[in-house]
């Protein structure tokens, strides 16, 4: 899924196994060759297909929209009916790692990942994009390890992994966007979920200890330009804390935190006159979430809290996340999923609920305007989703078939009264549509 300049949704059908069990190596990776001096080469990835097809109403008719609903071409009575053929919730990869065993206490290894995707725009003959969200190396030891690169980061990345591993991993979930197909889909981000996106930075992480590890990293910045927020003096710090018993029950938290900064134009009330004035505001993010198995069944959810967030991901260049003046949002969401495992038939079923709230700062307006007047605060309030599927292995490939209902709606508008224009009408914005998906992946 692709949302503003930070590509969305998640995870390489091994780097999954290893984000999942910490330390231990990567599953279904095949060997491509072991020279003398000790360095091994093994290849891993995914290919993919889905074909979603949406039915609902278009988004609200409102000026100045600001928000997260799903966007296309509606008809006369703001009807919406589109299919797109596409990617997955995890696309198309091709992946290499290359590792070295220095010393018994000592390993090297580098991974580059490519994420491509089957289509973009509807245009006929445009080529799709490759995009290298996994470049980085990786020094461990007893001591624990050191990531330098691009991967997924830190913030969020326990309730990805929870998605994928209960529900999406060969599925897709909310689409994000019916006209913008290239990259993976949402899953469950966008209700309740952030995504933390591969971003380039330095992480620790401490050796595994009775099931406890600690990683904490210094990212590259982000900024909010279209909120005037466009210097990142320092680096974003995220870190995260796990406890995994036995790969069977598995608890997380993590967190983030940036300083954004910012100069405008303001008007000084006693002189009449304009200065430039600093802004100056912190972005941060706390999740908190669990997972566990019985048996065939698992269940887990997440749940997060923060400010500067976009309904996809947390720093985004999008307008909810703070407006024109710098002042940021806050933001809230949940979501959990259950499944349930049918062995004999190979077969997955999985379901649950999501929903993501977003609080109005002090500047937005409420229905009516502070001289009576209609107005629009024009700020996304909730989206709330609900998503069921199946899924089948049999050997290598994986079929999936989904359904996803998308429900979002915005802060009460005001408009004027058509049969008397000195009353005001308050009207609530809202758009639902129902989403099927089918497809099927092969992994390696």
């Known amino acids: 899924m692709t949302l503003g300049t930070k590509s969305t949704a998640a995870l390489a059908g091994g780097v999954v196994a290893t984000l999942?069990?910490?330390?231990?190596p990567a599953m279904g990776q095949i060997p491509l060759l072991k020279d003398p001096g000790g360095w091994q080469l093994t290849t891993d990835g995914r290919v993919n297909t889905f074909i979603s097809v949406a039915s609902g109403t278009g988004l609200p008719d409102q000026p100045d929209f600001i928000g997260a609903g799903t966007s296309d071409t509606q008809d006369a009575t703001n009807g919406l009916h589109s299919t797109r053929v596409r990617g997955g919730f995890i696309p198309n990869i091709l992946g290499f790692t290359l590792q070295k065993e220095i010393s018994p206490n000592f390993k090297v290894s580098t991974r580059v990942a490519l994420w491509m995707n089957i289509g973009g725009s509807r245009t006929k003959n445009i080529s799709a994009l490759v995009d290298p969200r996994e470049l980085y190396g990786k020094v461990e030891g007893n001591w624990g390890s050191v990531l330098a690169g691009s991967a997924l980061a830190l913030f969020?990345?326990?309730?990805?992994?929870?998605d994928a591993q209960i529900a999406h991993n060969y599925g897709l979930g909310y689409p994000c966007s019916i006209k913008d197909a290239s990259g993976g889909a949402c899953g469950m981000v966008a209700f309740g979920a952030p995504f933390p996106g591969f971003e380039p930075g330095l992480v620790y992480a401490t050796p595994t200890v009775g099931g406890f590890q600690v990683s904490v990293g210094v990212y590259d910045p982000a900024?909010?330009?279209n909120a005037t927020l466009n210097r990142a003096p320092l680096p974003r710090i995220e870190g995260e804390l796990k406890f995994d018993f036995k790969d069977r029950f598995r608890v997380f938290t993590s967190g983030f935190w940036q300083v954004l900064e910012g100069t405008v134009s303001a008007l000084d009330p006693a002189t009449g006159m304009t200065y430039l004035k600093n802004l100056h505001t912190d972005a941060w993010g706390g999740q908190a979430g669990a997972m566990a198995t019985f048996g065939p069944v698992m269940l887990g959810g997440a749940a997060f809290q923060g400010a500067g967030f976009s309904p996809i991901t947390y720093v985004d260049e999008h307008q909810i996340a703070a407006d024109s003046t710098g002042v940021l949002r806050k933001s809230r969401g949940a979501f959990g999923l259950l499944a349930l495992l049918i062995n004999a038939a190979n077969m997955k079923v999985a379901g649950g609920m999501g929903v993501l709230q977003i609080d109005k700062n002090q500047n937005d307006t409420g229905a009516i305007g502070p001289a009576g007047e209609a107005a629009n605060p024009r700020v996304l309030r909730q989206n709330l989703g609900t998503?069921?599927?199946?899924?089948?292995?049999?050997?290598?490939?994986?079929?999936?078939?989904?359904?996803?209902?998308?429900?979002?709606?915005?802060?009460?508008?005001?408009?004027?009264?058509?049969?008397?224009?000195?009353?005001?009408?308050?009207v609530t914005p809202k758009q639902v549509v129902n989403f099927v998906n089918a497809g099927m992946t092969i992994a390696w």
């Open 20 to 24: 999942l069990l910490g330390t231990k």
């Open 387 to 426: 998503t069921v599927g199946v899924y089948q292995t049999t050997g290598p490939v994986h079929f999936a078939l989904e359904y996803f209902r998308a429900q979002h709606t915005w802060y009460d508008r005001g408009i004027p009264n058509a049969a008397d224009p000195t009353l005001i009408d308050v």
């Open 223 to 225: 900024t909010i330009g």
């Open 156 to 162: 969020g990345r326990g309730g990805i992994l929870l």
